[in-house]
């Protein structure tokens, strides 16, 4: 067991979990404000931002991924922008996978954030509001604490879909060792290669890491329940 555990490459976990992270960070900041609009707002657009969002539930990954390789590539505006004048390349890098990540993963973060704003008592936030709070201060002292379930449920889902990307990555990122071969993309290419013993390994880790991440949202949701009964 200790002979196969030091044969595996651990760069592609860190790079995933890296990865991970810093979209779930960048997404939860991003993600704030359009959710708590969306959950409160009457607008006539409301739909239409909502199926913008939740384009990635249903857009196939290749189809998203062309899109952004396009749109960040030297070839277009954007990324010629950013490459000649900031010296910053958009794709095969780890920046790339990161926009293509956020844009990936936004409905996970979205969608159970904009479900919890929008069961919470309208009573607890025109009180605050009545009493001159700011819609910052309503938000993160009053919304947030009263929707931990939808928070935490928003946090991993999105920290574990990202660490399970896999066609939107390949097409922006590459894979290059070290920079943008996460986890999944070495999955595929130990199948490829016919390396079926390295692909059950690093498979195996990736279902007991996504089971353990669904287990804890489940226990965590489930506790939060019974403590409101």
């Given at each position: 067991?200790?002979?196969?555990?030091?044969?595996?490459?651990?760069?592609?976990?860190?790079?995933?979990?890296?990865?991970?992270?810093?979209?779930?960070?960048?997404?939860?900041?991003?993600?704030?404000?359009?959710?708590?609009?969306?959950s409160?707002?009457?607008?006539?657009?409301?739909?239409?931002?909502?199926?913008?969002?939740?384009?990635?539930?249903?857009?196939?990954?290749?189809?998203?991924?062309?899109?952004?390789?396009?749109?960040l590539?030297?070839?277009?505006?954007?990324?010629?922008?950013?490459?000649?004048?900031?010296?910053?390349?958009?794709?095969?890098?780890?920046?790339?996978?990161?926009?293509?990540?956020?844009?990936?993963?936004?409905?996970?973060?979205?969608?159970?954030?904009?479900?919890?704003?929008?069961?919470?008592?309208?009573?607890m936030?025109?009180?605050?509001?009545?009493?001159g709070?700011?819609?910052?201060?309503?938000?993160?002292?009053?919304?947030?604490?009263?929707?931990?379930?939808?928070?935490?449920?928003?946090?991993?889902?999105t920290?574990?879909h990202t660490?399970?990307?896999?066609?939107?990555?390949?097409?922006?990122?590459?894979?290059?060792?070290?920079e943008?071969?996460?986890?999944?993309?070495?999955i595929?290419?130990?199948?490829?290669?016919?390396?079926?013993?390295?692909?059950?390994?690093?498979?195996?880790?990736?279902?007991?890491?996504?089971?353990?991440?669904?287990?804890?949202?489940?226990?965590?949701?489930?506790?939060?329940?019974?403590?409101f009964?």
């Amino acid at each position: 067991m200790i002979e196969l555990l030091s044969s595996i490459e651990y760069g592609p976990f860190i790079l995933s979990f890296k990865l991970a992270f810093i979209t779930t960070l960048i997404l939860f900041i991003l993600a704030m404000p359009l959710s708590w609009y969306l959950s409160q707002t009457k607008s006539k657009i409301k739909p239409v931002l909502e199926a913008i969002t939740a384009l990635p539930l249903v857009l196939p990954p290749s189809v998203l991924g062309f899109y952004l390789l396009y749109t960040l590539s030297y070839n277009s505006s954007l990324g010629s922008f950013f490459d000649e004048y900031l010296g910053v390349q958009l794709v095969f890098n780890f920046t790339g996978l990161v926009i293509a990540s956020c844009f990936y993963s936004l409905p996970f973060m979205v969608q159970p954030l904009q479900s919890g704003f929008e069961s919470i008592n309208k009573n607890m936030l025109e009180a605050s509001y009545i009493s001159g709070k700011s819609k910052f201060y309503t938000i993160f002292k009053v919304a947030l604490p009263n929707i931990k379930p939808s928070l935490l449920t928003a946090l991993i889902v999105t920290f574990a879909h990202t660490v399970g990307e896999f066609g939107v990555v390949l097409m922006v990122g590459g894979s290059i060792p070290d920079e943008t071969k996460v986890a999944s993309v070495a999955i595929y290419e130990f199948v490829e290669i016919m390396d079926y013993k390295s692909a059950h390994i690093y498979s195996a880790i990736m279902l007991v890491i996504s089971f353990l991440v669904l287990l804890s949202v489940y226990i965590f949701n489930q506790k939060q329940k019974k403590s409101f009964l």
